[in-house]
Nanobody
Framework: QVQLVESGGGLVQAGGSLRLSCAAS????????MGWFRQAPGKEREFVGG????????YYADSVKGRFTISRDNAKNTVYLQLNSLKPEDTAVYYC?????????????????WGQGTQVTVSS
């Protein structure tokens, strides 16, 4: 069992930055690929990015590539999502998710555990 707790969301002006954290319980965090997803009001949840178990491979949606960066610290059981150059369309609830295995899938249905989400609001 893995419990995930996100933090770091908030209100920021367009062009600003935030860093989201996702802290995981358990001693097997390094065996889970991690993904970040987001869901805006009235829209489906979408893949933002993911990171492999070792942290050596990262993957991003085209809409955030070059602006967002995922990293992880397996010693701290934490994965991060750095959000830069934020736009109003980035406004959403952001979720982290864990999937047993090396690489993060793009489909949210393939993840084993989810956090409760953290709200990111970008004002214009």
């Amino acid at each position: 069992q893995v419990q995930l707790v996100e933090s770091g969301g908030g209100l920021v002006q367009a062009g600003g930055s935030l860093r989201l954290s996702c802290a995981a319980s358990g001693r097997t965090f390094s065996s889970y690929a991690m993904g970040w997803f987001r869901q805006a009001p009235g829209k489906e949840r979408e893949f933002v990015g993911g990171i492999s178990t070792s942290g050596s491979s990262t993957y991003y949606a085209d809409s955030v590539k070059g602006r967002f960066t995922i990293s992880r610290d397996n010693a701290k059981n934490t994965v991060y999502l750095q959000l830069n150059s934020l736009k109003p369309e980035d406004t959403a609830v952001y979720y982290c998710a864990a999937r047993w295995g090396s690489y993060p899938p793009y489909s949210d249905t393939l993840y084993d555990y989810w956090g409760q989400g953290t709200q990111v609001t970008v004002s214009s």
